[in-house]
């Protein structure tokens, strides 16, 4: 087992890391930018170090200073959580050339999965089923309309190396498809360096259910259920739950072994989602895979009851997995929240600064997952998720209605939250009745999203 792991990020995610190391008797290095020196995981970890000033490309995504810092702290393996690094192929690929375990899947297999247009190949290859769409990436807007010809419209815009919503666009017919080409494309660019495209069908009114997998180096992998990430704004997530109301028995069943057939595929190891989109009748295609520990892997841990960041140490420790497929079994409810430093009435506008109070709630099946505290400074560098809400429960109406109390002590003073926008959710009708897809909150919440 490891004796000191480096944790290249920020947030309440690298507290989550420091926690589960503690557990486990492993020592913890924190990085952190000049703007995070009073942050909790640099409080919390038993050694930190200043690997640069504000801006994310001169401290949390300069790999040179990330693996100086770990060489100089002596530690054994870098936990990437998520974001930053964490599906930088590069990044693992130098971990690996510098003898320091990247706590994650290898270099060759990030490199092919997070380029969406080599994914989908894999996955056809695998007998995955994908959204229709192209078979080569496209770098022109001749090429893609010609592709979104043969698919049919509406199609989807993606850009290759895309994520979190960035280089993706909806296209409805001929006659706006140059303009959101373009639009998508210039984003990618921007964004991710890469101007490669691919176009897809566009499945209208899904559910996005994705599945959580580990695998280990001895060739178990196994997954763990799926989770409902359907309510987003801007293709962003904004609420979880697990189990999903829309997926019976004999389809999770389904959905699962696919998800294992297509982690297989590619020889993957550690944990990683896959994730599909589920139509009206009950169609399923893969979408992505991310390949990483997501936000929102809470949910599943609260169902099944397995640290998934624990068991993600362990497999890159070089343990097997000590559970199999017929050991897991889903227990009740759980729904995530994700509480944000923006206002959702200004079009959900990041709204950093000074936390001057705050209260958590607490009690059974309740759980926060956050960095901030009271007289604490949101700095405007970063993503503006600052706390993650999660409850757990029997059934997903008691899942609901606790989500529901929890929401109603949760306080945050001195800036503006999501927070009221998540108690509408959780109050409206639809939701409470399980009929939602990804349109929910343009549909149920129009003033909202401009």
């Known amino acids: ?33 000049e703007a995070d020196r009073d942050a909790l995981h ?55 050339k510098c003898s320091i375990r990247f706590i994650g ?31 080569e990436p496209v770098f022109t807007v001749a090429e893609g309309l010609e592709t979104a010809k043969q698919v049919g ?31 998508a494309q210039m984003e990618s660019i921007k964004g991710f360096s890469d101007n490669t495209m691919y176009i897809e069908r566009f499945v209208e009114q899904p559910r996005h259910i994705e599945f959580q997998i580990l695998a280990d180096s001895f ?24 189990p999903s109301v829309a997926i019976s028995d004999e389809l999770r069943k389904r959905m699962g072994e696919t998800a294992v057939r297509a982690a297989r595929a590619v020889g993957y190891e550690n944990a990683g989602t896959i994730e599909f989109l589920l139509d009206k009748n009950k169609n399923f295609y893969f979408m992505e895979m991310n390949t990483r520990i997501q936000v929102e892997h809470p949910v599943t841990e609260e169902v099944t009851d397995l640290d998934l960041v624990k068991e993600q140490i362990r497999i890159a420790a070089g ?32 709204c950093p600064g000074v936390i001057t109070d705050v209260h958590l709630p607490g009690g059974r099946g309740v759980r926060v997952d956050t960095a901030v505290y009271s007289n604490y400074r949101i700095p405007p560098n970063y993503d503006s998720m600052i706390l993650k809400l999660i409850v757990h429960d029997k059934d997903r109406p008691s899942a609901i209605a606790k989500m529901r109390s929890a929401l109603g002590e949760l306080i945050i003073e001195g800036i503006d939250t999501n927070l009221d926008f998540q108690y509408e959710i959780i109050n409206d009708e639809d939701f409470e009745a399980g009929n939602v897809d990804t349109d929910f909150i343009p549909t149920h919440f129009p003033g909202y999203v401009k």
């Open 219 to 242: 060739g178990n992998v196994v997954h763990l259920g799926e989770r409902d990430c359907s309510i987003q704004r801007r293709h962003q997530k904004v609420l979880e739950e697990s």
């Open 153 to 183: 419209f509406p199609v989807m815009i993606k850009a290759s190396s895309g994520g979190g919503g960035k280089g993706m666009r909806v296209s409805y017919s001929e006659e706006d498809f140059e303009a959101n080409f373009q639009s």
């Open 42 to 96: 640099t409080l919390l970890a038993d050694e930190a170090i200043c690997i640069g000033p504000a801006p994310s490309a001169d401290s949390y995504l300069d790999m040179e200073r990330i693996l100086s810092a770990c060489v100089a702290m002596k530690a054994d393996a870098i936990h990437p959580g998520f974001g930053f690094l964490s599906e930088n192929a590069r990044f693992a690929e130098l971990c690996e």
């Open 319 to 350: 343990e097997p997995l000590s559970f199999s497929q017929e050991d897991v079994k889903i227990s009740g409810h759980a729904i995530e929240c994700r509480i944000n430093a923006e206002n959702p009435e200004r079009n959900f506008m990041p």
């Open 105 to 135: 899947p290898s270099a060759a297999v990030i490199s092919k999965m997070g380029n969406k247009s080599e994914a989908r190949r894999t996955m056809i290859e695998a007998g995955v089923p994908v959204v229709p769409g192209s078979k």
């Open 1 to 33: 087992m490891f004796q000191k792991i480096l944790i290249a990020n920020r947030g309440e995610i690298a507290v989550r890391i420091i926690r589960a190391c503690r557990e486990m008797g492993i020592k913890t290095v924190a990085v952190y930018s």
